[in-house]
């Protein structure tokens, strides 16, 4: 079984940084790709960034510009880097681990509030 725990969020002001991370433990194979996703109340949740083979990384026009998503494949963790943050941005960040053979993972989620 695979799980996913990500860590990082929290209360940071308008302009200010975070980096979250997702890591990754049990049993899988070579990962395809891997992603954010965020999800604000009352609103659907939507993709932020993903990474895959190439590598490449693509990023909602939203974040574009301020947040950078890479990974570690040695340690099996995620990372999403988000500058300039803004109110906006607030909402709760799952990551999404998508391997080869096998269904998609998800993580618990882990909130950031952005607030003066």
């Known amino acids: 079984q695979v799980q996913l725990v990500e860590s990082g969020g929290g209360l940071v002001q308008p302009g200010g940084s975070l980096r979250l991370s997702c890591a990754a433990s049990g049993v899988f194979f070579s990962i395809k790709g891997m992603a954010w996703y965020r999800q604000a109340p009352g609103k659907e949740r939507e993709w932020v960034a993903s990474i895959t083979e190439g590598p490449r990384t693509n990023y909602a026009d939203s974040v574009k510009g301020r947040f950078t998503i890479s990974r570690d494949n040695a340690k099996n963790t995620l990372y999403l880097q988000m500058n300039s943050l803004k109110p906006e941005d607030t909402a709760v960040y799952y990551c999404?681990?998508?391997?080869?053979?096998?269904?998609?993972?998800w993580g618990q989620g882990t909130q950031v509030t952005v607030s003066s």
């Open positions: 999404q681990l998508v391997p080869y053979g096998s269904n998609n993972y």
